[in-house]
């Protein structure tokens, strides 16, 4: 679906779906170039990923492989807790790989912060990570990504993989939910 479709949830779109192809597809230039004679693996960072890897992995020259962590950062019950939990781990042997981190959202980073320490920690040659969107006025930790999509304002956004109580995942634009929706 469109914001169109769902216009009274929302009040102003962020990034349209046009723009996250066009950024898509510059990215994977990037990515292709890059991981040139690498041995590249994706990991996608359930569940708001999903839609992430499924374009950006189509829109990459090469046959990089991918693979799915799905992690819990609420822990003790804030996600500001930066207790991260794994639900479900890597299939994959990352042991001298290129893992490239596919993320929607960096918000305060606590995630990515602890993922990144977690595959260094297993002998990945290499790990650097790629997320859409980034709130960089949210952060708690810097954490150092490589290919950023779009900055966008510590706002409530949904869509395009990123859901408020599992809705608004299947949006295909990034837009803030409206507050009359979660209060
Ligand atoms: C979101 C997002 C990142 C994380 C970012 O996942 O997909 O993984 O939060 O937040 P942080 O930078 O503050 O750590 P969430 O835990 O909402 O799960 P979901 O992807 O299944 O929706």
């Given at each position: 679906?469109?914001?169109?479709?769902?216009?009274?949830?929302?009040?102003?779109?962020l990034v349209?779906?046009?723009?996250?192809?066009?950024k898509?597809?510059?990215?994977?230039?990037?990515?292709?170039?890059?991981?040139?004679?690498?041995?590249?693996?994706?990991?996608?960072?359930?569940?708001?990923?999903?839609?992430?890897?499924?374009?950006?992995?189509?829109?990459?020259?090469?046959?990089?492989?991918?693979?799915?962590?799905?992690?819990?950062?609420?822990?003790?019950?804030?996600?500001?807790?930066?207790?991260?939990?794994?639900?479900?781990?890597?299939?994959?042997?990352?042991?001298?790989?290129?893992?490239?981190?596919?993320e929607d959202i960096i918000d305060s980073g606590?995630?990515l912060?602890?993922?990144?320490?977690?595959?260094?920690?297993?002998?990945?040659?290499?790990?650097?990570v790629f997320a859409l969107l980034r709130k960089p006025e949210a952060a708690?930790?810097e954490v150092p990504c490589k290919y950023v999509g779009f900055d966008i304002p510590t706002?409530?956004v949904?869509?395009?993989?990123?859901?408020?109580?599992?809705?608004?995942?299947?949006?295909?634009?990034v837009?803030?939910?409206?507050?009359?929706?979660?209060?």
């Open positions: 679906m469109r914001a169109a479709d769902v216009s009274s949830d929302i009040t102003e779109v349209t779906e046009e723009q996250i192809s066009a898509l597809e510059e990215v994977a230039a990037r990515v292709d170039a890059d991981y040139e004679g690498k041995d590249l693996l994706l990991v996608g960072v359930l569940k708001g990923a999903i839609m992430v890897m499924a374009d950006f992995s189509r829109a990459l020259k090469v046959t990089a492989p991918m693979d799915w962590m799905a992690v819990s950062s609420y822990g003790a019950g804030t996600k500001s807790s930066g207790v991260v939990q794994i639900r479900k781990d890597l299939d994959t042997d990352i042991l001298g790989k290129h893992v490239l981190i596919v606590l995630t912060s602890w993922l990144l320490e977690n595959f260094t920690a297993r002998g990945a040659a290499s790990v650097e708690k930790v706002e409530f949904v869509g395009y993989g990123l859901d408020y109580a599992e809705r608004y995942r299947n949006l295909r634009d837009a803030i939910l409206a507050p009359h929706v979660y209060s």
